[in-house]
């Protein structure tokens, strides 16, 4: 299972009113495109605009409306922390406040300098509140994620963030009468007195008002959410996949494929940027499959950042690129494994941002109902014969092709 | 509406690279698709691989992830029980047992000599435990139903059946905190003794002992499944139907539509395989209608039976055969019904096997929008009007075309 990050697209001007996909050359994929039968995937649901989180659960066959605990956790995830069910993660920010606590700037005036020296200080520096474990890991831009772990927790709690500038930072409460909430905010607003502490006099600080920039001394936080027991890939009812590898050098993929029990691999060269070593992704599949994984995820970020950079005919170039080094291996598979080649959504390179249209599926297994198409694109998967499925849908769909699904009865 | 069962196909290289369906000369139903409309039936969900059961619950409107109670009740049907809610059923293997109770074929040798008589024995024999009625009812191979039934029992119990040989037979535990399971995993084990009893020195069991076969000297029982109470088909939400027939010859299917609210009738000379009197089943259907049945089912079960045994001609042969028989008949009521075509499932003649493929549907109603495809077929059908719809779709679409369904809202 290919999957291209921010695939689909919309037809670009500067390729001619073609899509990256559409426009490039990619002689294996759509050789196999007349083998196989495309199709097209809503990630959530028509409409709905998904994220890279929210998208990979679906298409692992769990449903995000149902399991998905908010921004939080996931972008924990992202910026690199490893959650186990029961962490409570805030998204939080860098700002500055007067000596009233009075918040002055959300964004510390959206200078980085120094941050990451914060984050360190503030990981050395709190540590521990009451027992329960705390960490920061920095995220992009002022952001980083806040991480509180112990057994108890409740994400049943307000924002700290008054979201508004001129506001006091607010006090956390609890928001139902579960003793762990009203336990959490209590331990929130410690944690807000700790950051606090750490940063007010941190040399960064002075550094940083002697440069003219406004001090980051404190961290704002929002959106707690409950990481949640997620079922793995292994679990899935009536699905025989006892071993799942995924490749892929990006921290939130990685994150959430090994949440699912998906063995994640991060072979040497893999940047995920447009500059990684496609050949040394491609091989660690191969490896996998060679020794014996039942499903292996090759993910491949290039796409979804020439995306957000508005860049399609660097998209196209990637995926012309990937093509090739797919090509190298994959025709050796054809006769004992079931390929798909789809993405976690769709980024218009023409916004540079994720968009809710149908991102392009095809399938491709030995035996199967071929549509024929020959080639494979936004156009030619909406023809498809595989239709239009959901994210959820598509684990069963290949472990049908694969033979590994019982039938649901009798 | 008239279910072919397991219809859906994939192309087969005896035919040319066409399907059954597409291959056949069937030219009333081709006819039909000349003035009606086609489209393709998920019957659970795209990817997921139906059962017959799940399938037929489906496309009489009720969602099979809520109301389906797992395998046990719905074998028990299929091997001739007739199943009232609250009846708990299980799926059993004769096995052979030392005398400590350990498993030493879980399949009794797969031999089935004896297995009715030892069926028979175990209804005399066993019969009632603290006054609820137990039931054995005989499947295919070595395999048998036992049914449970009685006011106050309970699904959540363990299985007996150890799931692999070496190991004793299991003592059933509740797997809940209820009273009804504590009591249901009780009477199962006193059951098993009782079937012990029965078995042990039984005449059948030393004759194989003779022959060098393995006696059949216990029952496993797994996967114990509580019937529940569903809603019948003159019970769904705005729609009126009243009085629904089912021409089936098919155990599985007579007892589904039955439990259904259907009236059965399952008529001489049909045999739920290749050589049933296919006339005789469509005048049965037909004289449903004509005594002013609002729904008839009329189902065919050889068109799956060819594609289990790998037969595509078979298959073929079959369909025309009764496009044939509908021809004679159904001409007469094309001003009066809506008729539609379909099957439960796919059922794949190339692999043997149900497959999640969508099924073909070919609806034909008086002034509906007709798509003049032609022809009738898996590929044709993709293309179709009637779009892609779930299996439980199906009955609010022919109601609608029948006008008997109010709107749902003002």
């Not at 995937?41 to 929210?54: A, R």
């Not at 498809?384 to 849908?393: E, N, Y």
């Given at each position: 299972?290919?999957?291209?990050?921010?695939?689909?697209?919309?037809?670009?001007?500067?390729?001619?009113?073609?899509?990256?996909?559409?426009?490039?050359?990619?002689?294996f994929i759509d050789w196999l495109a007349s083998l196989g039968a495309q199709g097209v995937?809503?990630?959530?649901?028509?409409?709905?605009?998904?994220?890279?989180?929210?998208a990979h659960l679906a298409i692992f066959g769990l449903d995000p409306f149902k399991v998905y605990p908010g921004r939080g956790p996931f972008e924990a995830i992202g910026a690199g922390a490893e959650l186990n069910p029961g962490d409570i993660a805030f998204r939080g920010n860098f700002a500055t406040v007067d000596e009233k606590f009075v918040v002055i700037d959300r964004r510390a005036g959206r200078s980085e300098y120094g941050l990451d020296k914060l984050v360190d200080s503030l990981n050395k520096g709190v540590g521990e509140?009451?027992?329960?474990?705390?960490e920061f890991y920095r995220a992009a831009e002022h952001r980083l994620a806040v991480v509180l772990r112990g057994v108890g927790l409740s994400d049943r709690i307000g924002d700290t963030d008054p979201g508004v500038e001129g506001e006091r930072v607010r006090v956390s409460a609890p928001l139902d009468n579960d003793p762990s909430s009203k336990r959490t905010a209590d331990l929130v607003n410690k944690l807000t007195e700790e950051i606090s502490r750490v940063l007010r006099e941190h040399g960064v600080n002075k550094e940083r008002v002697e440069m003219g920039l406004r001090p980051a001394n404190i961290v704002l936080l929002r959106g707690a959410g409950?990481?949640?027991?997620?079922?793995?890939?292994?679990?899935?009812?009536?699905?025989?996949?006892?071993?799942?590898?995924a490749v892929s050098a990006t921290a939130l993929i990685k994150g959430v494929?090994?949440?699912?029990?998906?063995?994640?691999?991060?072979?040497?060269?893999?940047t995920g940027g447009l500059n990684t070593d496609v050949h040394a992704k491609v091989r660690a599949a191969v490896e996998m499959l060679d020794r014996g994984y039942d499903l292996v995820y090759l993910h491949f970020k290039g796409t979804d950042t020439a995306s957000h950079d508005r860049k399609p005919r660097e998209k196209r170039s990637f995926i012309e690129k990937c093509d090739s080094a797919l090509s190298e291996v994959l025709r050796d598979f054809m006769d004992r494994a079931v390929i798909a080649i789809t993405g976690d959504h769709t980024t218009s390179s023409t916004i540079g941002q994720h968009t809710s249209d149908p991102v392009p599926l095809l399938v491709y297994s030995e035996g199967m109902f071929q549509d024929m198409l020959g080639r494979f694109s936004e156009r030619t998967a909406r023809?498809?014969?595989?239709?239009?499925?959901?994210?959820?849908?598509l684990i069963y769909l290949l472990t049908d092709l694969a033979e590994r699904q019982e039938k649901f009865g009798a």
């Open positions: 299972m290919i999957g291209f990050d921010g695939l689909g697209d919309r037809p670009s001007a500067v390729l001619g009113g073609k899509t990256p996909l559409e426009d490039a050359k990619k002689p995937i809503d990630p959530v649901s028509p409409g709905v605009i998904p994220g890279s989180d929210t509140i009451e027992g329960y474990k705390v409950k990481m949640p027991r997620l079922r793995k890939i292994y679990e899935l009812e009536r699905i025989h996949i006892e071993r799942a590898g494929t090994k949440l699912l029990g998906f063995h994640v691999v991060h072979p040497p060269g893999a023809l498809g014969a595989i239709g239009r499925i959901r994210g959820s849908d």
